[in-house]
Antibody, heavy 117, light 107 residues
């Protein structure tokens, strides 16, 4: 079974940095693009980043471009999200996701990031 | 950016009844549309992709339809376990965007 387990969330001050990790198992990790999706306290869902299977292509919305970096280690079956210059509006549950034949088919349980002074 | 609008943020339906949740895209998305179900405390669950294709394990009382900019999720014979919030999402172009959600409750 596909399993995605996020870690690394926590409380951080505005302007600070945090690195999230996602351990993947149950599928050939190196064959799939991977993404991060977040859910705000108001329950709005927002796509945050996507990385190609090989890691050579990355995609971001304007809201995080230049501040967040998605990366992966296919040897370790692990996805990362480096977040810097964090703002209060980045407060959210962050989910690691994998595509299926369309849409985000698999989700982790999420890791909570709170940006507050 | 393509905006996704779910016109109803809240719906109340009787057990055994039928409900239709609508989603409108601000531009054509060529059926590159997904529907998700989210129950409190859980991650979203993909129900339908490609506007109409039911994911494995999803009950057949769920169905999707639509084309162009307008899409619907229908649930027939509503069960208590269907109480959840439902989101649509387009994956035609980046940034991938979600609707604001429709919270379904039993009347």
């Amino acid at each position: 079974d596909v399993k995605l387990v996020e870690s690394g969330g926590g409380l951080v001050k505005p302007g600070g940095s945090l690195k999230l990790s996602c351990a993947a198992s149950g599928f050939t990790f190196s064959s799939y693009p991977m993404s991060w999706v977040r859910q705000t306290p108001e329950k709005r869902l927002e796509w945050v980043a996507t990385i190609s299977s090989c890691g050579n292509y990355t995609y971001y919305p304007d809201s995080v471009k230049g501040r967040f970096t998605i990366s992966r280690d296919n040897a370790k079956n692990t996805l990362y999200l480096q977040m810097s210059s964090l703002k209060s509006e980045d407060t959210a549950m962050y989910y690691c996701t994998r595509y299926g034949k369309g849409g985000f088919a698999y989700w982790g349980q999420g890791t909570l990031v709170t940006v507050s002074a | 950016d393509i905006q996704m609008t779910q016109s109803s943020s809240y719906l109340s339906v009787s057990l055994g009844g039928r409900v239709t949740i609508t989603c409108k895209a601000s531009d054509h998305i060529n059926n590159w549309l997904a529907w998700y179900q989210q129950k409190p405390g859980n991650a979203p669950r993909l129900l339908i992709s490609g506007a109409t294709s039911l994911e494995t394990g999803v009950p057949s009382r769920f169905s999707g339809s639509g084309s162009g900019k307008d899409y619907t999720l229908s649930i027939t014979s509503l069960q208590t376990e269907d109480v959840a919030t439902y989101y649509c999402q387009q994956y035609w172009s980046t940034p991938y965007t979600f609707g604001g959600g429709t919270k379904l409750e039993i009347k």
